[in-house]
């Protein structure tokens, strides 16, 4: 891939289309800060991001080759085992144009991402459920009409996604938080116990030694007594 960066206006999302052992797959670059920065995305995820014998994607601009991230793309593979990643791609590029357009943040993304990345199970559901919905093969999208009906309804399925992740997120560090606190209490309790049994084993270690003594004098002057 080569371009030109006239008036340095080079940003942008690129579906590109590359062929790994001879089949077609789908991916995303996101060009952005002013052509300094190369992300890809790459559903199948990060390893898989020009890996050998698959394929090779080179950027270039103004005959320099980029670096190329792969940030873009999930941690771990097996989001596209139904090799799905035209859908794939399409969703993401909605979202990134959607932080574009300040309709999503960046916070939004990260949610998405931790979402893609620690359930696994859920984001399968969530694409099949758009291949079922939106590409099961009746439906067009050739208007503007039907394209904007499409990217709302996609929007929402998102924002659904995001909230529900931040949710569920935010439940489990309550949670930690809690069982911390009451890991400490408990430490603290258990601290005050030791503590007090300490102190009552100290008593009556005193106790006892107190009337050892008072028995032995006692006995001496009994003994003293006797004697006279």
């Known amino acids: 891939m080569r371009l030109k960066s006239t008036n340095n206006i080079i940003d942008g999302i690129y579906l590109i289309q590359v062929f790994p052992k001879s089949h077609s797959h789908a991916i995303v670059l996101q060009i952005s800060n002013n052509g300094t920065s190369f992300d890809v995305f790459d559903p199948n995820g990060q390893r898989w991001v020009n890996a050998e014998n698959e394929y090779t994607l080179e950027v270039y601009v103004d005959g320099k080759i980029k670096n190329l991230k792969k940030s873009l793309s999930p941690k771990k593979a097996g989001l596209n085992e139904d090799g799905i990643c035209g859908i794939w791609s399409i ?111 100290s008593k009556s270690r005193s106790k006892s030694r107190s009337k050892s003594r008072s028995k032995s004098r006692s006995k001496s002057r009994s003994k003293s007594l006797k004697r006279k």
């Open 91 to 201: 969703i993401i590029s909605i979202l990134l144009n959607g932080i574009v357009k300040e309709i999503f943040t960046e916070e939004d993304k990260e949610l998405f991402y931790d979402f893609l990345n620690t359930d696994r199970k859920g984001a399968i559901d969530f694409i099949k459920y758009i291949k079922t919905n939106f590409f099961d093969g009746t439906k067009h999208y050739q208007s503007i009409e039907e394209v904007d009906k499409f990217l709302q309804d996609i929007r929402d399925l998102l924002r659904e996604i995001i909230d529900k992740h931040k949710k569920n997120t935010q439940k489990k560090v309550t949670a930690r938080r809690k069982s911390t606190r009451l890991s400490i209490e408990g430490g603290k309790k258990s601290r005050k116990s030791s503590t007090s049994t300490s102190k009552s084993r």
